[in-house]
């Protein structure tokens, strides 16, 4: 007899599987967040999970109630101290494991389990928050998978099945919850907003910057970090012509370009020639606030709304890029125009710094006399580039305080940033408004995602010049020193030992496998995580729903949930114990069916004889008839092997029993 | 200690509205007649403190990963929604097709523990665990049911006075698999228990016969006494009544059963029991029949307006002490 008293939230004795269950769950998602949270968590959550789990087939002795109390204040101060916040994710997750932590060290009632269970949920939230990385996926799954495992566990209390059951049924249930919470995902509506003030994170993303100094383009380039995918909608434009436009640099001092942030008012307005090409960026998170574009690009994103453009055509975001953003732009890479350049303009891509690089200004001036109209003066330059033994180098020498003077007098060799610094800086000289554009050029194309890769190895620097009844022309100093830079891929330029590492990626199958792995990233990223509004509204498109509102989110959602409502209930339905049961036993359990009314059903233990005994003590009207059925099943069950119509007499007998209720 | 402060707090609203509620599901389902197969529709179900805080924290994940605007974080959020969900309709299966094949009742003595048994079958294959079967004044009882299994579950209940004690309803629930949900059913069952006067009263037994006096029983064992023949042991017999000695020559257990001579039965007469009170009268009567059954002797019971015919054995016993139970009910 398995009945016992209730207790209603006793201390539990839980079986040791359950508690392992339950600590390595937690530990998980501790060490899920362990990159993030304060240096002392990791330590301090172990040591929490290892007394536990000395303390595995007792219920531990509790500390003092002052001292618990008084190790979690420390503990809230140490958070402050260390955070000096208590919001955001790594304050948040960091007191998040001490106080569970402190939990575990009292976990005596099903209820004090609940909740470390809770917490360590939360903790797997917070490192869903804090990174969303495909190869990230997979852990997270385990964790959820082992969380829900020891939720079983302690929901069956004392006499728990063995952990590996557990872990069975959450798989189940994790596999039945999979199409909900998909169904939620798609449809319900992503109504992005602030609900509290998220202090951002002030992690350092390699990228471009605000500024450009002689070298700062070269250290950008050891990074394989990404920086865009494209998705074209149609042709691609030739290799030499994908420069992706970042910031535009106008403010110089000798030695760093600067961006400049005050508004010169309207661009001048762009005529477009040539094809035209629409492409999907997905920009990863960088340190401004610019939009990367193909060269210039017509309008604002659909998507950003609040993005604008500048009088130097360039798309500016209202907030720093601090997570992977998508938007869609369409490009021209020819365009002019016939309106003049404003004077506040003419004025800002002229000025130098006095006094600065003087034997360049020299230089400037005599290349100026000897040259008709400011195009000459363009062919002048470049071909003093061109001849001059200049060669372009990934570790392009210190250059001192009057870098162009150092670079073109001096170490003749340089990178991208320092010949478009120096080209730049002739024209101002030569009084040719000029400025410094930074940015891409190039791409890898991943044929598994039909995209565009472009990777921060990418960087590059070029120039734009005016020219009066033509507009803001680009032209890349660079290509004329080295002209493969263009077409080739940067690291056939450079000397094998500088890219060594990279050569290994010259195995057919690795660029493969790893093309691979950053198109399924790529689709991961565009596909899952950035999974916006704008895209639920697309797929009611694809759905062929007219009206895009929250109505017809809210309408799928209600009838999507009836049906997996629907089907969960048919999966989960009862389902009849299959038993060897064989004609024989049908007619017996129809006899042991009628007489349920009588007396106590057929106990384990008794057999069909004794049973019909009993009844019939109980009932002597009936005790001939049962008795003599009872010898006949016996006989048909261990005896000489039955004929059918022996069988089918039987069947008969025992529809004939007419038992009343007494 | 936290459970009762948690239920004297709003206990009476509360009581008032799970009156209720009783009387609503009692008029909704009506009587039940055993066997009761439990389905869907007669199977409540709601969620448990533990589930309202895990609908919270549901609900403060789903603001943080709009607050974020992460798709990683709502897809957690989500599947745990999903998983919640699962959890109510496994819930909901621990009781549904379960069948009750027969519920009994046992009669007992005032003041007594009575005992009921409830007869569960589970022909499915799902294992069903975590059920509880509790009525009011009853000691609630926890089983489980393996699949494609029977259990008798017993149920312990307080006997109140003599008389008729009616088991109004019994409720079966379970908050298994994670104690988010709890899902239950109430039976009602024609369950009614006669609970007999407690036996009391210091009276020596009336003489056999009203003229043979004997002061005091002999024993049975000592093998002075003519007995006409034996029968099979059965429940219920006390095991004074055995006949041991032939047991021991390797005869089956036996009970020796008396041919009394006429007029060697005893009455027990109500009338005589002057200078009691109705109720001590009852219970002295209660105690006289419990010790004939007991010495095996034959009596008969004699109320005012009612006499039961002389006789012994366990369905005499009972037809006595049910007809002293319901004396002037």
Same mark, same amino acid.
């Given at each position: 007899?398995?009945?016992?008293?209730?207790?209603?939230?006793?201390?539990?004795?839980?079986?040791?599987?359950?508690?392992?269950?339950?600590?390595?769950?937690?530990?998980?998602?501790?060490?899920?967040?362990?990159?993030?949270?304060?240096?002392?968590?990791?330590?301090?959550?172990?040591?929490?999970?290892?007394?536990?789990?000395?303390?595995?087939?007792?219920?531990?002795?509790?500390?003092?109630?002052?001292?618990?109390?008084?190790?979690?204040?420390?503990?809230?101060?140490?958070?402050?101290?260390?955070?000096?916040?208590?919001?955001?994710?790594?304050?948040?997750?960091?007191?998040?494991?001490?106080?569970?932590?402190?939990? +575990?060290?009292?976990?005596?009632?099903?209820?004090?389990?609940?909740?470390?269970?809770?917490?360590?949920?939360?903790?797997?939230?917070?490192?869903?928050?804090?990174?969303?990385?495909?190869?990230?996926?997979?852990?997270?799954?385990?964790?959820?998978?082992?969380?829900?495992?020891?939720?079983?566990?302690?929901?069956?209390?004392?006499?728990?099945?063995?952990?590996?059951?557990?872990?069975?049924?959450?798989?189940?249930?994790?596999? !039945?919850?999979?199409?909900?919470?998909?169904?939620?995902?798609?449809?319900?509506?992503?109504?992005?907003?602030?609900?509290?003030?998220?202090?951002?994170?002030?992690?350092?993303?390699?990228?471009?910057?605000?500024?450009?100094?002689?070298?700062?383009?070269?250290?950008?380039?050891?990074?394989?970090?990404?920086?865009?995918?494209?998705?074209?909608?149609?042709?691609?434009?030739? %290799?030499?012509?994908?420069?992706?436009?970042?910031?535009?640099?106008?403010?110089?001092?000798?030695?760093?370009?600067?961006?400049?942030?005050?508004?010169?008012?309207?661009? %001048?307005?762009?005529?477009?020639?040539?094809?035209?090409?629409?492409?999907?960026?997905? +920009?990863?998170?960088?340190?401004?606030?610019?939009?990367?574009?193909? =060269?210039?690009?017509?309008?604002?994103?659909?998507?950003?709304?609040?993005?604008?453009?500048?009088?130097?055509?360039?798309?500016?975001?209202?907030? #720093?890029?601090?997570?992977?953003?998508?938007?869609?732009?369409?490009?021209?890479?020819?365009?002019?125009?016939?309106?003049?350049?404003?004077?506040?303009?003419?004025?800002?891509?002229?000025?130098?710094?006095?006094?600065?690089?003087?034997?360049?200004?020299?230089?400037?001036?005599?290349?100026?006399?000897?040259?008709?109209?400011?195009?000459?003066?363009?062919?002048?330059?470049?071909?003093?580039?061109?001849?001059?033994?200049?060669?372009?180098?990934?570790?392009?020498?210190? +250059?001192?305080?009057?870098?162009?003077?150092?670079?073109?007098?001096?170490?003749?060799?340089?990178?991208?940033?320092?010949?478009?610094?120096?080209?730049?800086?002739?024209?101002?000289?030569?009084?040719?408004?000029?400025?410094?554009?930074?940015?891409?050029?190039?791409?890898?194309?991943?044929?598994?995602?039909?995209?565009?890769?472009?990777?921060?190895?990418?960087? &590059?620097?070029?120039?734009?010049?005016?020219?009066?009844?033509?507009?803001?022309?680009?032209?890349?100093?660079?290509?004329?020193?080295? %002209?493969?830079?263009?077409?080739?891929?940067? =690291?056939?330029?450079?000397?094998?030992?500088?890219?060594?590492?990279?050569?290994?990626?010259?195995?057919?199958?690795?660029?493969?496998?790893?093309?691979?792995?950053?198109? *399924?990233?790529?689709?991961?990223?565009?596909?899952?995580?950035?999974?916006?509004?704008?895209?639920?509204?697309?797929?009611?498109?694809?759905?062929?729903?007219?009206?895009?509102?929250?109505?017809?989110?809210?309408?799928?959602? /209600?009838?999507?949930?009836?049906?997996?409502?629907?089907?969960?209930?048919?999966?989960?339905?009862?389902?009849?114990?299959?038993?060897?049961?064989?004609?024989?036993?049908?007619?017996?359990?129809?006899?042991?069916?009628?007489?349920?009314?009588?007396?106590?059903?057929?106990?384990?233990?008794?057999?069909?004889?004794?049973?019909?005994?009993?009844?019939?003590?109980?009932? %002597?009207?009936?005790?001939?008839?049962?008795?003599?059925?009872?010898?006949?099943?016996?006989?048909?069950? @261990?005896?000489?092997?039955?004929?059918?119509?022996?069988?089918?007499?039987?069947?008969?007998?025992?529809?004939?029993?007419?038992?009343?209720?007494? | 200690?936290?459970?009762?402060?948690?239920?004297?707090?709003?206990?009476?609203?509360?009581?008032?509205? $799970?009156? $209720?509620?009783?009387?609503?599901?009692?008029?909704?389902?009506?009587?039940? *007649?055993?066997?009761?197969?439990?389905?869907?529709?007669?199977?409540?179900?709601?969620?448990?403190?533990?589930?309202?805080?895990?609908?919270?924290?549901?609900?403060?994940?789903?603001?943080?990963?709009?607050?974020?605007?992460?798709?990683?974080?709502?897809?957690?959020?989500?599947?745990?929604?999903?998983?919640?969900?699962?959890?109510? &309709?496994?819930?909901?299966?621990?009781?549904?097709?379960?069948?009750?094949?027969?519920?009994?009742?046992?009669?007992?003595?005032?003041?007594?523990?009575?005992?009921?048994?409830?007869?569960?079958?589970?022909?499915?294959?799902?294992?069903?665990?975590?059920?509880?079967?509790?009525?009011?004044?009853?000691?609630?009882?926890?089983?489980?049911?393996?699949?494609?299994?029977?259990?008798?579950?017993?149920?312990?209940?307080?006997?109140?006075?003599?008389?008729?004690?009616?088991?109004?309803?019994?409720?079966?629930?379970?908050?298994?698999?994670?104690?988010?949900?709890?899902? !239950?059913?109430?039976?009602?069952?024609?369950?009614?228990?006669?609970?007999?006067?407690?036996?009391?009263?210091?009276?020596?037994?009336?003489?056999?016969?009203?003229?043979?006096?004997?002061? $005091?029983?002999?024993?049975?064992?000592?093998?002075? =006494?003519?007995?006409?023949?034996?029968?099979?042991?059965?429940?219920?017999?006390?095991?004074?009544?055995?006949?041991?000695?032939?047991? /021991?020559?390797?005869?089956?257990?036996?009970?020796?059963? @008396?041919?009394?001579?006429?007029?060697?039965?005893?009455?027990?007469?109500?009338?005589?029991?002057?200078?009691?009170?109705?109720?001590?009268?009852?219970?002295?009567?209660?105690?006289?029949?419990?010790?004939?059954?007991?010495?095996?002797?034959?009596?008969?019971?004699?109320?005012?307006?009612?006499?039961? #015919?002389?006789?012994?054995?366990?369905?005499?016993?009972?037809?006595?002490?049910?007809?002293?139970?319901?004396?002037?009910?």
């Amino acid at each position: 007899m398995n009945a016992r008293p209730v207790i209603a939230d006793e201390p539990v004795l839980l079986p040791p599987q359950t508690v392992w269950l339950l600590l390595g769950g937690f530990l998980g998602a501790v060490l899920l967040n362990a990159h993030h949270t304060a240096l002392w968590c990791l330590p301090l959550a172990l040591a929490a999970v290892a007394w536990r789990a000395r303390n595995l087939r007792k219920a531990p002795r509790l500390p003092a109630r002052y001292l618990r109390i008084g190790v979690a204040g420390l503990l809230t101060l140490a958070v402050l101290v260390g955070f000096h916040t208590l919001n955001g994710v790594e304050a948040g997750s960091s007191l998040l494991v001490a106080m569970a932590t402190l939990k +575990l060290t009292e976990t005596v009632r099903r209820r004090d389990w609940l909740i470390v269970l809770g917490a360590a949920l939360f903790l797997l939230l917070a490192a869903c928050l804090d990174r969303q990385a495909l190869w990230l996926l997979p852990l997270y799954a385990a964790e959820l998978w082992l969380l829900c495992g020891a939720l079983y566990a302690l929901g069956a209390g004392a006499d728990a099945p063995p952990a590996a059951a557990m872990l069975r049924r959450s798989a189940l249930s994790l596999a !039945w919850a999979l199409p909900f919470a998909l169904l939620l995902f798609l449809f319900v509506p992503r109504l992005s907003g602030s609900f509290w003030a998220i202090p951002q994170p002030d992690q350092a993303f390699t990228g471009l910057g605000d500024e450009m100094s002689p070298g700062s383009i070269s250290q950008l380039t050891q990074s394989g970090d990404a920086a865009l995918r494209v998705r074209f909608d149609g042709a691609l434009p030739p %290799p030499a012509e994908r420069y992706w436009r970042g910031p535009v640099l106008h403010d110089f001092d000798g030695y760093t370009w600067r961006r400049r942030r005050v508004d010169l008012g309207r661009a %001048p307005v762009l005529q477009f020639h040539g094809p035209a090409y629409d492409y999907e960026i997905t +920009l990863e998170p960088n340190q401004h606030n610019i939009l990367i574009a193909l =060269e210039l690009p017509q309008g604002v994103p659909d998507t950003l709304p609040n993005a604008y453009p500048t009088f130097d055509y360039q798309l500016v975001a209202p907030a #720093p890029v601090s997570r992977a953003v998508s938007y869609r732009l369409q490009s021209y890479l020819q365009h002019r125009t016939d309106e003049p350049l404003s004077a506040a303009a003419r004025r800002l891509d002229l000025q130098l710094p006095p006094g600065r690089n003087p034997r360049s200004v020299e230089l400037a001036h005599s290349l100026r006399a000897g040259a008709d109209g400011d195009r000459a003066y363009i062919d002048a330059v470049l071909d003093y580039l061109r001849h001059g033994d200049f060669s372009y180098t990934l570790e392009p020498p210190l +250059l001192n305080f009057d870098s162009v003077d150092d670079l073109l007098f001096r170490t003749r060799e340089g990178f991208c940033g320092h010949y478009a610094s120096a080209f730049v800086m002739l024209m101002r000289a030569g009084g040719v408004p000029a400025r410094v554009v930074t940015g891409y050029l190039g791409g890898i194309w991943n044929r598994y995602g039909e995209y565009l890769y472009v990777t921060q190895s990418d960087a &590059h620097a070029w120039a734009e010049v005016w020219l009066d009844g033509r507009g803001w022309v680009r032209i890349d100093p660079t290509a004329v020193v080295a %002209p493969g830079r263009l077409t080739e891929e940067l =690291e056939d330029l450079l000397p094998a030992a500088a890219t060594g590492h990279r050569r290994l990626l010259d195995s057919v199958w690795i660029v493969n496998a790893v093309q691979a792995w950053q198109g *399924l990233n790529a689709w991961w990223q565009d596909e899952f995580i950035g999974f916006n509004f704008a895209r639920q509204l697309g797929l009611l498109g694809l759905l062929g729903i007219r009206n895009h509102d929250l109505e017809a989110l809210a309408l799928l959602l /209600a009838a999507g949930a009836g049906i997996w409502l629907a089907a969960i209930a048919w999966g989960l339905r009862p389902r009849a114990q299959p038993g060897a049961e064989d004609g024989l036993s049908r007619s017996w359990r129809a006899l042991e069916r009628k007489l349920r009314r009588l007396a106590a059903p057929r106990a384990a233990y008794e057999c069909p004889t004794d049973y019909a005994a009993r009844v019939g003590r109980a009932h %002597p009207e009936l005790s001939a008839t049962l008795a003599a059925l009872a010898r006949r099943y016996a006989r048909l069950r @261990y005896g000489p092997a039955a004929s059918a119509a022996q069988l089918e007499q039987f069947r008969r007998a025992v529809r004939l029993l007419r038992p009343r209720a007494g | 200690m936290r459970s009762s402060r948690q239920s004297r707090f709003l206990s009476e609203p509360r009581a008032a509205l $799970a009156a $209720a509620l009783a009387r609503w599901a009692r008029a909704r389902q009506g009587d039940d *007649l055993p066997p009761v197969a439990l389905q869907a529709r007669r199977i409540y179900i709601l969620p448990t403190a533990s589930g309202a805080a895990a609908a919270a924290l549901l609900f403060v994940m789903l603001l943080a990963g709009m607050n974020y605007d992460n798709s990683l974080a709502l897809m957690l959020c989500f599947m745990l929604c999903g998983v919640t969900l699962v959890s109510m &309709h496994e819930c909901h299966g621990m009781l549904s097709g379960l069948m009750l094949l027969r519920a009994e009742v046992d009669n007992t003595f005032a003041g007594q523990l009575g005992e009921l048994q409830l007869y569960f079958e589970n022909a499915q294959t799902r294992v069903r665990a975590g059920l509880l079967v509790r009525s009011p004044g009853c000691v609630p009882s926890r089983f489980h049911m393996s699949p494609g299994g029977t259990q008798m579950v017993r149920l312990a209940f307080q006997a109140g006075a003599r008389g008729r004690q009616r088991i109004e309803r019994l409720e079966l629930s379970s908050s298994a698999p994670l104690g988010l949900f709890r899902a !239950w059913t109430w039976l009602h069952l024609p369950l009614e228990a006669i609970v007999y006067p407690a036996p009391a009263g210091a009276r020596p037994l009336p003489a056999r016969g009203g003229n043979e006096l004997r002061g $005091a029983w002999r024993s049975r064992v000592s093998g002075d =006494e003519e007995w006409a023949w034996l029968r099979p042991l059965q429940d219920g017999d006390p095991p004074r009544s055995v006949a041991w000695k032939s047991y /021991a020559r390797g005869a089956p257990l036996l009970v020796a059963h @008396y041919d009394a001579p006429a007029g060697a039965r005893r009455v027990l007469d109500f009338t005589r029991l002057q200078g009691l009170s109705l109720e001590q009268r009852l219970s002295q009567l209660t105690q006289w029949v419990l010790d004939c059954e007991r010495l095996g002797e034959t009596y008969s019971v004699r109320l005012p307006q009612q006499s039961l #015919p002389p006789g012994h054995g366990i369905a005499h016993q009972r037809a006595c002490l049910e007809a002293l139970g319901l004396y002037r009910q």
